[in-house]
């Protein structure tokens, strides 16, 4: 149990453009769920939090204006990257907790990997 | 916001042999510390969460250890196979998870 699936795993996109990433928790309901971003060979950094029906906490230095998140439902979050650049390519990495259970174990999607040309 | 330190970026063992790793943070203790298996262009996998009151906790061939005084996390493989060459991530329970930059182990057969 607990897996989280993301949408796509990959994707191109011109410079400019936004790209939309969701992130769903297929077998349990997601009390929160986290964005992460990652670059080569570094670690996971935090970008936001958000709980369902309430509006998303980014971290410091992260645009609120630039990363949409919106959290739907409790199985459905999304991230949407708006008017990417190169420097947004990234590995972006969804998680989640449970609504029932241990609250203290995040559980990771397979990741969506951006390239902006 | 905590600092996490991993011991190495690589740590290349025999097949059979144990791998231990570190973790060290530096601030104070967190409630909890977790470790998290990650492959190559995938998510990280929840291996094991410890505790601050627990000293060791066991999983299969996995032994974590915790120690609030030395400000260490000790992860170990036993019996270590190919399979298990991934990067092994260290988090720390902060207002938020904050993780270290991974370990990547590589065992030979």
């Known amino acids: 149990g607990a897996v989280v699936s993301q949408h796509p795993s990959w994707v191109i996109c011109k410079s400019g453009t936004s790209v939309k990433i969701e992130c769903r928790s297929l077998d349990f309901q997601a009390t929160t769920m986290f964005w992460y971003r990652q670059f080569p060979k570094q670690s996971l950094m935090l970008m936001a939090t958000?709980?369902?029906?309430?509006?998303?906490?980014?971290e410091q230095g992260v645009e609120k204006d630039k990363f949409l998140i919106n959290h739907a439902s409790l199985t459905l979050s999304t991230l949407t990257v708006t008017s990417a650049h190169p420097e947004d390519s990234s590995f972006y990495i969804c998680s989640a907790t449970r609504l029932a259970g241990d609250k203290d174990t995040q559980y990771f999607g397979p990741g969506t990997r951006l390239t902006v040309l | 916001s905590q600092k996490i330190e991993q011991n190495s970026e690589a740590l290349n063992i025999q097949e059979g042999k144990t791998a231990t790793l570190t973790c060290n943070y530096t601030?104070?203790?967190?409630?909890?510390l977790q470790w998290y298996r990650q492959d190559p262009g995938r998510g990280p996998v929840f291996l094991l969460l410890?505790?601050?009151?627990?000293k060791e906790k066991r999983k299969e061939r996995l032994k974590v250890t915790f120690d609030t005084t030395l400000k260490q996390s000790l992860f170990h493989i036993t019996a270590s196979q190919p399979a298990d060459s991934a990067t092994y991530l260290c988090?720390?329970?902060?207002?938020?998870?904050?993780f270290g930059a991974g370990t990547t182990v590589t065992v030979r057969a």
């Open positions: 410890i505790r601050e009151n627990e």
């Open positions: 958000s709980n369902e029906g309430s509006k998303a906490t980014y």
């Open positions: 601030n104070y203790s967190p409630a909890y």
């Open positions: 988090a720390v329970n902060d207002y938020k998870l904050s």
